[in-house]
């Protein structure tokens, strides 16, 4: 008698904690900008139901109206603990909005845990715009900086480029992105990572456009909207080379195309321009004078005319 009394007792207990159909917002991986008038949302889904998971039934609301229930089809069935990231259907967006997304059922059965089925998210109309498509993303993980990983994300939240960065690491990383289009930045630091003396930035045509370098909160996102021109001109087959690395007194620059005057900008790491001049070019070579800068990292331009030339950093010791 005892025996049943036990399994009469703890049977509910262990049915509780053996859902069948249970599925849990993780978080939301859609960008969080207005993308002409619309944003297309984008949750990370895992399910958590014994049975693997074949339809899930998510409703959008915006503001406290519903906006439209979305019955998710997977061709393939994700098993329990199995996470998707699937998109749902656009929604109209201004700034300010608020959008809710809320788990119903999962195949066509109530979902049996409400803890996980509720995400709300605010939209913003903040991105940044770029003067052309082409962005580079200065990277310094200093020691108590990192490791940390990087990441630009499409009008549907999917990753179009990546990387991650190692403590006492730096580099320089050339993106390319399709014109006229909407995209997110993120930074985030990896689980054991420390957020301390992280540089993070992107610039475009020469010029800092965004500042992620705070980590402090865990990740950072930033929205981008890029430029009609997919970049600035460049010669063709000519690579120019800078040295020496580091630089105490001059800069010598190789691999320019003509002779002539070229308007130099040099720019410091928190995006301050430092020093404007116009330096001869002979035979393909310039000298730049570099003396009185303070020991860091720098962004060199060049432009002659309407010609830029891709923009190259140095380090003055």
């Known amino acids: 008698m005892r025996c049943s009394l036990l399994s009469a007792f703890f049977f509910p207990v262990l049915a509780l904690g053996q859902a069948q159909y249970d ?3 993780l978080s939301y991986e859609g960008i969080g900008q207005v993308c002409d ?6 949750l990370k889904i895992m399910n958590q139901g014994s049975e693997v998971m074949f339809t899930c039934v998510v ?3 915006k503001n406290g109206l519903i906006d439209n229930s979305f019955n998710w089809e997977l061709a393939v069935g994700a098993v329990q603990d199995e996470v998707r990231q699937p998109t749902f259907p656009a929604v109209e967006v201004s700034d300010g ?3 809710e997304f809320r788990i119903i059922s999962v195949n066509a059965q109530p979902d049996e845990v409400v803890d996980g089925n509720n995400i709300t998210v605010s939209i913003t109309d903040d991105a940044t715009e770029l003067s052309t498509a082409i962005v580079m993303v200065d990277l310094v993980s200093e020691p108590e900086c990192g490791p940390f990983m990087w990441s630009f994300h499409d009008a549907s939240g999917s990753v179009v480029a990546n990387g991650n960065v190692v403590v006492s690491q730096a580099e320089e990383v050339w993106v390319e992105l399709a014109t006229n289009a909407c995209y997110e930045f993120r930074a985030r630091l990896a689980d054991d990572g420390s957020s301390g003396d992280c540089i993070i930035q992107l610039f475009c045509n020469g010029e800092l456009v965004e500042d992620v370098s705070d980590l402090s909160s865990g990740e950072r996102r930033v929205g981008l909207h890029t430029g009609a021109t997919v970049g600035v001109t460049e010669e063709e087959n000519v690579e120019q080379v800078l040295f020496p690395v580091p630089v105490e007194e001059r800069l010598f620059v190789t691999g320019i195309q003509g002779n002539g005057l070229v308007r130099t900008s040099i720019m410091d790491a928190t995006g301050r321009v430092v020093r404007n001049d116009a330096n001869a070019v002979i035979d393909g070579r310039m000298t730049i004078d ?3 800068l303070a020991t860091g ?3 060199l331009t060049m432009q002659d005319g309407d010609r830029i030339v891709r923009p190259r950093s140095f380090v003055v010791e």
Request: proline share 5%; aromatic share 10%.
């Open 59 to 61: 409703e959008t609301w």
């Open 23 to 25: 599925a849990r917002i």
């Open 297 to 299: 990292r720098y962004i």
């Open 37 to 42: 008038g619309m944003v297309q949302p984008r």
């Open 290 to 292: 570099v003396q009185g």
């Open 97 to 99: 909005d608020m959008l």
